[in-house]
C-alpha cells in the first residue's frame, strides 16, 4: 500500500477491522465518500511516534520522509478504487455499520466512569488498553463529553445484528 501512495500512511488497529489512514494535504472537498472519509478540523487522530512501525497498537506502515511529505489525494482515490473493484466492496456496509453500532450506545448517564473514558467496553465490562479496544468512537460531546469504545465481541455481535437486520429490509 505505501509504495502504491508514496507517503505517509498509519494503520489504526482500534476501529472496527483494520484502518489505514493515508496523509494527505489539507482540503475544504473531499472526492471520496463517507467509507473513506477524509478528518475535519477538529477531530483527533492519534499519531504515533515516528519510531514505531509495528504493533501493538497503531503504528506508521509509511513514515513521512521529510516535513510536508505527504500523499497525493489522486493516489489515495485510486487506491480506494482499486480495493473496492477488487473486494466487489458495497460503498454503504460499512458506514452504515459504524451507524447502526453509534445508534446503540447506551445513553451516557448510564455508565461509569471507566465506560464514559473507554477503559471498559461501552456494551459490556470487558477491560480495555489501547491494543484490545476493538472499535473506538472517538470523542462524543453529546448529551456530555465521553469517549466510548468497545471490545470485538460486543462489537461483531452488533454489527452482525445490524447486517442481518439491513438485509431483511431489502
Not at 447502526?100 to 455508565?111: C, G, I, K, N, R
Request: a negative charge.
Amino acid at each position: 500500500m505505501s509504495n502504491a501512495l508514496d507517503g505517509p500512511v498509519i494503520h489504526d488497529v482500534r476501529t472496527l477491522g483494520p484502518t489505514y489512514w493515508a496523509l494527505v494535504p489539507h482540503q475544504d472537498d473531499w472526492p471520496g465518500d463517507p467509507e473513506a472519509p477524509l478528518l475535519s478540523h477538529g477531530t483527533y487522530l492519534g499519531v504515533p511516534d515516528l519510531t514505531v512501525t509495528g504493533p501493538p497498537g497503531s503504528f506508521w506502515v509509511a513514515p513521512p520522509r521529510h516535513r510536508d511529505h505527504l500523499c497525493r489525494t489522486e493516489d489515495v482515490l485510486a487506491l480506494i478504487a482499486c480495493g473496492r473493484r477488487e473486494l466487489g466492496q458495497d460503498h454503504t456496509t460499512r458506514a452504515e455499520t459504524l451507524n447502526a453500532l453509534a445508534q446503540e450506545l447506551p445513553p451516557p448517564d448510564t455508565l461509569s466512569d471507566d465506560h464514559l473514558r473507554g477503559r471498559t467496553c461501552v456494551w459490556c465490562d470487558t477491560r480495555l488498553t489501547a491494543e484490545t479496544a476493538y472499535l473506538d468512537f472517538g470523542q462524543l460531546t453529546t448529551p456530555r463529553r465521553w469517549f466510548p469504545r468497545a471490545c470485538r465481541p460486543c462489537t461483531d455481535m452488533r454489527a452482525d445484528r445490524a447486517r442481518t437486520a439491513r438485509e431483511e429490509r431489502k
